[in-house]
Nanobody
Framework: QVELVESGGGLVQAGGSLRLSCASA?????????VGWFRQAPGKERTFVAR???????VYVDSVKGRFTILRDNAKNTVYLQMDSLKPEDTAVYYC????????????????WGQGTQVTVSS
């Protein structure tokens, strides 16, 4: 069992930055899993944002390329989502997830989920 805990959300003005953290609270090493970030805006489905494979390769949805960076710190057993140049349309609850299935671009590829952290970007 992998227990994930997100933190770092908050309210920021457009153009600002936030760094979300996803830590393993269960002692399981995140280096053994693909880790993805998803987001869900009010009234919308949960959608893929970014993924870090256990080999270190990364994938991003087009709308965040060049603005968001997913980073691993294996020493801290934590995966970060650095979000720069934030836009109001980035407002959502952000979730991290861990899994071992190939792909990692859809929610079904992940078995373990955090509780989510709210990100609100004001215009």
């Amino acid at each position: 069992q992998v227990e994930l805990v997100e933190s770092g959300g908050g309210l920021v003005q457009a153009g600002g930055s936030l760094r979300l953290s996803c830590a393993s609270a269960s002692g399981r090493f995140l280096s053994s899993y693909h880790v993805g970030w998803f987001r869900q805006a009010p009234g919308k489905e949960r959608t893929f944002v970014a993924r870090s494979g256990w080999s270190g390769n990364t994938v991003y949805v087009d709308s965040v390329k060049g603005r968001f960076t997913i980073l691993r710190d294996n020493a801290k057993n934590t995966v970060y989502l650095q979000m720069d140049s934030l836009k109001p349309e980035d407002t959502a609850v952000y979730y991290c997830a861990a899994g071992v299935r190939a792909g990692g671009l859809v929610a079904d590829d992940y078995r373990y989920w955090g509780q989510g952290t709210q990100v609100t970007v004001s215009s």
